[in-house]
């Protein structure tokens, strides 16, 4: 049933995405429609030459990179699919489309990816992060900074013991909130800031022991998993970390920055 669910997802895309555009008349809505056009009618490529030229020129945006994934995926290219949806959620963690494509892309992988054992209140931690987006962390963190002052002037100028304990428990909530909000905010900026993790482009890679081709061959790695990059400082060759903490090297031509 999930599956299935996700198919239908994925054949709806450029319609459930399209409705959130603004319905501006601007040349790059008009190539979007065709895109949308394209896709629609199964012309995959021509869909994605446009979306890709809109980003070019115009820049991103969560639609065009969730809709160029998806024709991505309509064309059997599981990388490329799976390294748009995933700059889909850098620019919004919080959606739910984006996060089941995502999920049904990487099931179509040949890489098994290794389960990730985290404390439960880190799970949490970071369940709650992605609730909201940087702009609504942001405005919470205002708001509830605001009642922190007015509740403090209570417990400090008002002389009524109950209406001051009321105003303090508030307080203290307002400080936990600000605090929350704040550090949320940051968490999700700075991954938005993260540029050291990368899609594998090619079918199949050689992970190996030293940056050249004598290297040992550590592990075959295929397209469409997601990788660190842990060492940027070579040109042709970059040293990647996979998530059960094997490390190695790969041709940069092999993988793609998210």
Request: proline share 2%; charged share 20%.
């Given at each position: 049933m999930?599956?299935?669910?996700y198919?239908?997802?994925?054949?709806?895309?450029?319609?459930c995405?399209?409705?959130?555009?603004?319905?501006t008349?601007?040349?790059a809505?008009y190539?979007?429609?065709?895109?949308?056009?394209?896709?629609?009618?199964?012309?995959?490529?021509k869909a994605i030459?446009t979306?890709?030229?809109i980003?070019a020129?115009?820049?991103?945006s969560?639609?065009l990179?969730?809709?160029l994934?998806n024709?991505?995926?309509?064309?059997?290219?599981?990388g490329k699919?799976i390294?748009?949806?995933e700059?889909?959620?850098r620019?919004?963690?919080?959606?739910?489309?984006?996060?089941?494509?995502?999920?049904?892309a990487?099931s179509?992988m040949?890489d098994e990816l290794?389960e990730?054992?985290?404390?439960?209140?880190?799970?949490?931690?970071?369940?709650i992060v992605?609730?909201?987006g940087?702009?609504a962390?942001?405005?919470?963190?205002?708001?509830?900074f605001?009642i922190?002052?007015?509740?403090a002037?209570?417990?400090?100028?008002?002389?009524?013991?109950r209406?001051?304990k009321?105003?303090?428990?508030?307080?203290?909530?307002?400080?936990?909130v600000?605090?929350?909000?704040?550090i949320?905010?940051y968490?999700?900026?700075?991954a938005?800031?993260?540029?050291?993790?990368?899609?594998?482009?090619?079918?199949?890679?050689s992970?190996?022991?030293?940056?050249?081709?004598?290297g040992?061959?550590?592990?075959?790695?295929?397209?469409g998993?997601?990788?660190?990059?842990t060492?940027?400082t070579?040109?042709d060759?970059?040293?990647i970390?996979?998530e059960?903490g094997?490390v190695?090297?790969?041709p940069?031509?092999?993988?793609?920055?998210?």
């Amino acid at each position: 049933m999930k599956r299935i669910i996700y198919i239908l997802l994925l054949l709806a895309a450029p319609f459930c995405m399209a409705a959130q555009d603004n319905g501006t008349t601007t040349a790059a809505a008009y190539t979007k429609a065709m895109g949308d056009s394209a896709y629609s009618a199964a012309n995959y490529e021509k869909a994605i030459e446009t979306y890709e030229a809109i980003i070019a020129d115009e820049g991103s945006s969560l639609q065009l990179y969730y809709n160029l994934g998806n024709a991505y995926f309509r064309n059997n290219m599981i990388g490329k699919s799976i390294l748009n949806y995933e700059r889909a959620l850098r620019i919004d963690p919080t959606d739910d489309d984006t996060k089941a494509n995502l999920e049904f892309a990487q099931s179509r992988m040949k890489d098994e990816l290794a389960e990730q054992y985290e404390i439960f209140f880190v799970t949490w931690f970071k369940a709650i992060v992605n609730l909201l987006g940087i702009t609504a962390w942001a405005v919470l963190g205002v708001v509830a900074f605001v009642i922190l002052l007015l509740t403090a002037l209570v417990v400090l100028f008002n002389k009524n013991n109950r209406i001051r304990k009321i105003s303090l428990s508030i307080a203290i909530v307002s400080l936990f909130v600000t605090i929350f909000a704040n550090i949320s905010a940051y968490n999700l900026s700075s991954a938005m800031q993260d540029n050291s993790h990368a899609i594998i482009m090619k079918e199949e890679v050689s992970l190996k022991s030293t940056p050249n081709n004598s290297g040992t061959v550590l592990i075959k790695v295929h397209e469409g998993r997601k990788v660190r990059i842990t060492d940027d400082t070579m040109s042709d060759w970059k040293e990647i970390g996979l998530e059960d903490g094997t490390v190695g090297w790969v041709p940069s031509s092999a993988l793609e920055r998210i």
